[in-house]
């Protein structure tokens, strides 16, 4: 079989596992999106759910005239990839779930299993921002802030798989009431959550993340709000350029889309706030919200052992080949 038909035929199911959705795709030795499919994460029985998923995209891929090699998927919460355990996911009620076993059983296929941020940090290293760089950092900022730390070009899991839970850094004392049960962290003020949490509480009617930055210079809530948010993230941003030394730090989620209304001040705070040395660089994901599934299929062509395949990996995250 030549390279190019291999590439064309050999392709890998993967899952983006949310609290809300699961968002999977197959992905062909190119890195090509073939097929997507979100479906609601149930209340129950989720593990069901998710290997029904992957049944079914891996029929659509048949259909399409490739075959599955193998399955990736990521999901939020404490992670030890080697073993393939889900540790503890407080919105998933899993608590040392063996993911990846109770997958390989039921699918029949090799099975990667990983942490949704460090694992979209696989994928800006390997494609995205991140090209080139030993030493960056992704923050996601969504819902939640977390990020994924690349040193000396590895990532870092932590003794527990629980490393870069960066939004619950506690950096307001005596501050607002985190999810996490603590008060003041990163995410409480800098988070997309934060932010409409907080609008709905000072005007008393629900602005999403969204619109709040839409509303900026013509909104003062949103103004101050949206004040508090860059300053807090610029000093949890200093505390990782102190502590990690990145090249680079490399800004995604949906907070992202806001670009320059969000990087030029963040940047001008990071500079006032480092007094002796100078900030890294700071650039928004080039893969966006495609990096958690792009990142789950590399995972799975690694478990296949075709790492071959991800070497010429040029991928086109806007792109719409699905059949």
Same mark, same amino acid.
């Given at each position: 079989?030549?390279? #190019?038909?291999?590439?064309?035929? #050999? ?40 290997? !029904? ?71 800006? !290293? ?20 977390? #990020? ?21 850094? +506690? ?7 985190? +999810? ?25 009617? *629900? ?15 949103? /103004? ?21 030394? +990145? ?48 990142? *789950? ?9 075709? /790492? ?10 806007? !792109?719409? !080949?699905?059949?």
């Amino acid at each position: 079989m030549t390279e #190019a038909l291999t590439r064309s035929t #050999a392709a890998v199911v993967a899952v983006d596992l949310g609290g809300s959705s699961m968002k999977g795709v197959v992905v062909d030795g190119s890195g090509r999106e073939l097929a997507t499919r979100t479906v609601p994460t149930p209340d129950r029985e989720v593990v069901s759910a998710l290997t !029904q998923l992957v049944r079914d995209l891996s029929t659509i891929a048949a259909g399409a005239g490739v075959t599955p090699v193998a399955a990736g998927v990521v999901t939020p919460g404490s992670v030890d990839e080697a073993r393939g355990v889900v540790r503890y996911a407080s919105n998933l009620g899993w608590r040392d779930l063996p993911l990846r076993d109770h997958l390989g059983d039921a699918l029949d296929l090799p099975v990667a299993v990983g942490h949704d941020v460090r694992t979209a940090g696989v994928a800006e !290293q390997l494609l995205g921002a991140g090209r080139g760089s030993d030493s960056f950092v992704l923050v996601p900022i969504g819902t939640g802030v977390a #990020a994924a730390i690349v040193s000396d070009g590895r990532l870092v899991a932590g003794f527990t798989g629980a490393a870069g839970e960066f939004g619950h850094i +506690p950096l307001v004392p005596g501050g607002e009431l985190c +999810p996490c049960g603590q008060r003041g962290c990163l995410e409480a003020y800098a988070s997309a959550g934060a932010l409409a949490r907080r609008y709905a509480a000072a005007e008393g009617h *629900a602005r999403t993340a969204e619109e709040v930055v839409a509303s900026l210079g013509s909104d003062a809530t949103a /103004d101050r709000l949206w004040d508090e948010a860059v300053t807090v993230l610029a000093q949890g941003l200093n505390v990782l350029t102190i502590l990690l030394d +990145p090249e680079l730090i490399v800004i995604g989620g949906g907070l992202s889309r806001a670009g320059a209304v969000l990087l030029e001040p963040l940047t001008a705070r990071m500079e006032s706030g480092l007094a002796w040395r100078g900030r890294p660089r700071v650039v928004v994901s080039e893969l966006g919200e495609s990096a958690g599934r792009l990142g *789950a299929a590399v995972l799975a062509f690694r478990a296949a052992g075709r /790492d071959d395949l991800l070497a010429s990996w040029r991928v086109d995250p806007s !792109q719409d !080949q699905h059949p």
